[in-house]
C-alpha cells in the first residue's frame, strides 16, 4: 500500500474518508499516478475512496487523466461493482478518445 492508500483505508464503507485531504495533496502528475494505483487495491474501501478523489481533482486537471486512459475504460467495462462503475463513467467524458472509443463507451454506459 502506497501513502495514499494508507490514509484512505478503515472507517465506514459510507464514507469518504480523507479523500479531500488526498485532493490536496496531489499537486502534479506523479502524485496523481500514485493515487491512481488505488483503483487496483483489494480494499473496497480504498478504491471508492480513490475513485471519489480522482473525481475531484480530474474537474480541474482532466489532463491527469489521459494516461489511465485504457484503465478507465476497462474499468467501465469490466467493473462488478455498479459503484466502482459510476466513478469512471463520469471520468470518461474529460478523457481525449477516439470516434471508436466514444462510441463503444456510449453503448457500455447507457445499457
Known amino acids: 500500500m502506497n501513502r495514499f492508500q494508507e490514509l484512505l483505508k478503515g472507517g465506514d464503507l459510507r464514507s ?43 474537474v480541474s486537471k482532466p489532463g491527469y487523466l489521459q494516461q489511465h486512459k485504457t484503465v478507465l475504460l476497462n474499468l467501465c467495462r469490466d467493473a462488478k461493482d455498479i459503484a466502482l462503475k459510476w466513478h469512471p463513467a463520469l471520468l470518461v467524458p474529460r478523457l481525449h478518445l477516439t470516434e471508436q472509443e466514444s462510441a463503444a463507451m456510449w453503448s457500455l454506459l447507457v445499457r
Open 16 to 58: 469518504i474518508g480523507k479523500a479531500n485531504e488526498i485532493v490536496a495533496m496531489v499537486k502534479d502528475q506523479a502524485a496523481f499516478d500514485a493515487l491512481f494505483e488505488g483503483l487496483s487495491c483489494p480494499d473496497r474501501k480504498v478504491v471508492m475512496r480513490t475513485a471519489d478523489a480522482i473525481e475531484k481533482i480530474t
